[in-house]
C-alpha cells in the first residue's frame, strides 16, 4: 500500500513539475512538484522497511483513537504497544492537522500581505538582496503571498516539510541508539517521532489559536508568530534585539521544550529494545542540543530574522 501511496505522490509531483514550466508564473507550483517528488520516493522507500516481528506474547495493537488520546496520560503504555506495532500514520496526521489549522488562522488573521511585506523587509535588511532589486523582491513576495497557488502550495510544502523532519528525526533516533549499544527499528523510531511530538505541538497550537485571537494583530510578530505564541520559555527574560544569541538559547529552555524531551526519553525507553533510561535521556539530550546549536547559527546566520 505504501509503495502505491508513493507512486502516486512522486507522479503528482512530476505533474505539478510540468503543469508549473508550461504554465505562466508556476514557480511555487514547480518548487512544491519537486517537493512532492521527493516526498513520493521517501514513501515509495519506507514501503521495503519491515516492522519487528510480532510473537504470540505481544499486546494486541491499541486502536488510533486510543493510541492519540493515551500518549497525552498514559505514554508508557503506548510506546510499550509501538514496540510490538509501530504505527505513525494517526499520529502524523493530527500533527498537519493542527499544523495547517494554526497556519490558516494564523495567515488570515495578520493578512498574507502583512506576512510577506514583513519577511521580505528582514531578508533585505539581513542584506541578501542588492539595492536595486529590493522594490521588486518585496512586490514579488507579496504577489506570491495573495496567490491562491502560492497559498495552496505553501501549506502543501508545509505537510512535506513535517514529514521530511519526523524521517530526519527517525533516522538520529535509529542511529544514536544503535550507537549505544540498543536495537530499535526504523519504523519504530518513526513511531517515537510522531507520537512524542504529538502532545507538545497540539497544547501549543491549541493555545496559540487561543492567543491569536485574544491579542491584537498589532501586537503579534509576524515571523515569530508562525511558528507559535505559546512563550513558557527563559526567552522571556532577554531583549531578542540586544541579545540575540542569549535570547535563541534560553528560548530553548522552556515547560514545553522539557515536556517534549521527557516524552522523546519514553518513547525510546520503551519503545526500543535494550534501551536504558539513562540511554535514552543522553540520546534526547543530544538531539536537543544539536537543535540548541542549529537555532544559534541561524540567529548568527540571520539576526534581523530574530530581533
Known amino acids: 500500500m505504501r509503495r502505491i501511496v508513493g507512486v502516486i505522490i512522486a507522479v503528482l509531483g512530476v505533474l505539478a513539475i510540468v503543469a508549473g514550466i508550461v504554465l505562466h508564473g508556476g514557480r511555487a507550483v514547480i518548487g512544491s512538484g519537486a517537493f512532492a517528488l521527493l516526498v513520493g520516493a521517501i514513501v515509495f522507500g519506507l514501503s521495503f522497511i519491515k516492522g519487528p516481528e510480532v510473537g504470540p506474547d505481544a499486546p494486541p495493537p491499541l486502536s488510533p483513537a486510543e493510541r492519540i488520546l493515551g500518549v497525552f496520560y498514559e505514554p508508557g503504555r503506548v ?43 528582514k531578508v533585505i535588511e539581513g542584506g541578501w538582496i542588492p539595492p536595486e532589486r529590493q522594490d521588486q523582491f518585496r512586490q514579488q513576495s507579496i504577489d506570491d503571498a495573495k496567490s491562491p497557488v502560492g497559498r495552496v502550495a505553501a501549506s502543501l510544502n508545509a505537510v512535506g516539510g513535517i514529514f521530511i523532519f519526523m524521517i530526519i528525526m527517525a533516522g ?130 540571520f539576526p534581523s530574522f530574530v530581533s
Open 172 to 301: 538520529l533516533f535509529f542511529l544514536l541508539v544503535m550507537v549505544f549499544g540498543g536495537r530499535l527499528g526504523f519504523m519504530q523510531a518513526l513511531a517515537v517521532a510522531t507520537y512524542s511530538a504529538l502532545p507538545p505541538l497540539v497544547i501549543t497550537n491549541l493555545l496559540g489559536l487561543v492567543l491569536l485571537y485574544i491579542k491584537s494583530p498589532d501586537d503579534i510578530d509576524p515571523i515569530k508568530g508562525q511558528r507559535g505564541l505559546v512563550r513558557a520559555d527563559l526567552g522571556i527574560l532577554f531583549s531578542p534585539a540586544a541579545h540575540p544569541i542569549l535570547y535563541t538559547l534560553a528560548g530553548s529552555i522552556g515547560i514545553i521544550s522539557i515536556y517534549g524531551l521527557w516524552l522523546m526519553a519514553t518513547g525510546l525507553n520503551n519503545t526500543g529494545e535494550k534501551v536504558s533510561r539513562s540511554t535514552a535521556w543522553t540520546v534526547a539530550l543530544l538531539l536537543w542540543g544539536l537543535g540548541v546549536l542549529l537555532s544559534v547559527g541561524a540567529a548568527l546566520l
Open 79 to 121: 510506546f510499550q504497544n509501538l514496540r510490538y506495532h509501530p504505527r505513525w500514520l494517526a499520529a502524523f496526521l493530527v500533527i498537519v492537522l493542527c499544523s495547517v489549522i494554526y497556519q490558516v488562522a494564523f495567515t488570515q488573521r495578520m493578512t498574507p500581505e502583512k506576512i510577506a511585506t514583513v519577511t521580505a523587509d
